[in-house]
């Protein structure tokens, strides 16, 4: 270590003990370290400055009131979410499976009819509809009508049991009449052709090979009549 | 009393005294440094998991409080134009030409550039070693030594120069 060295080591640590060590076999080297260790201790008076009282109470104080701000009053079924959210996602699914397990499938026929008093306020409508703007939703389906059978209210893609289908109200002389034209690739009702009806509406399920047209329309209405004029009009292109 | 809570009051009585020096040497400011302090160990209860290890608490420690000390930079620029005067500090016990002796240092470090000035309060008042400094400064350890030499030559000179009333620099 040469003299250079020793003064930079010690002037950046008065501590340092290889430096000390050195100094030993040098008076004047010696005489510094003893130096600067004064000076240091100097230093570190001159920065003693008086802690206040108390400090390290009230550091233990704060991260108690901290723990005990975090101690929120939690709703006894919320101390448990996760269990909770477990249990009732399989009392959900067991719920479903017996849902669907015991209640027989809607037949499509009440569906129907379900399906029209749903949107029974459609049958109020008079505004026509265009056989072109029918025949373009149509196009969807692969198919056209020729002509109709009547003034057509009502047209628009619904959802019937789970498959897209065109639903039409057109006017006839026994008043508005539904029509649900139903794509037959996916259906689960192929058995269920014939009528059905209630106290207000009567109806005729008939499968196509394309598709199933469902017709509902007013208690004693000759439904059959309407549904051959419409599987006549309707062309598959 | 949980371990963590045991590991934690310890911590506070060993480092809560140097702590608050340091602090109050960055901020001069003795309402400040007390902030700063309890702070600093509100945030290291709330990680007290991430030190691994109680060795490396103090820079653990002085991280933390530095970083809170930024952060109130970065919410409000406080004006410590009047630096020097603000922190002439009374202490007690402590003769008259002495207390003038320390207020000519005070001074001095306090004319110490931060750069200078933070190593050696690091190192003096905290105890840190190099590689300690170098740590929590996040610099190399020479960089840390170079200035540390610097900080102490400045100050010997300044209080040299000066003829204030250094005991035993000459002797």
Known sequence: MDELEFRRRLFADPNDTEVIDHAIANPEQQSLVNE????DAQLKSALQVDVPVGLADRILEKQHNDEASNVVNIAWYRKYNKPFA??????????????????????????????????VNALERRQEVALQVVNEKLAMFGAQFDRLPGKVTYATFCNFKGQKSLHLIFQS?????????????????????????????AGVIANGQKADTILVANLGTPVEDYQTEINGALRWL | MTMKKKRYEALVQVYHSELYRFAYW???????AEDLVQETFLRAWRSLES?????????????????????????????????ENDTLEDNKSVTLDDEMEQTVIQRQINKLSSEYREPLLLQVVMGCSGEEIADILELNKNTVMTRLYRARNQLKE??????????????
């Open chain 1, 36 to 39: 600067l260790q004064d000076f």
């Open chain 1, 86 to 119: 477990t249990a009732a996602s399989m009392v959900l699914a067991v719920g479903i499976y017996f849902m669907s397990a015991t209640n027989s499938p809607l037949q499509a026929g009440e569906h129907a009819l379900e399906h029209v008093y749903y949107e």
């Open chain 1, 173 to 201: 002389e026994h008043g508005p009449m539904t029509v649900f034209i139903v794509p037959a690739q996916s259906n689960d009702y192929k058995q269920e052709n014939g009528h059905f009806s209630d106290e207000r509406f």
């Open chain 2, 26 to 32: 960055l901020c001069h400011d003795p309402t400040i």
């Open chain 2, 51 to 83: 030190l691994q290890d109680d060795k490396a608490a103090k820079p653990w420690l002085l991280t933390i409080l530095r970083r809170e000390n930024a952060r109130r930079f970065e919410r409000k620029q406080f004006d410590y134009a009047d630096v």
């Open chain 2, 158 to 171: 300044a209080l040299t120069d000066n003829h204030e009333p250094i005991k035993g620099a000459s002797n």
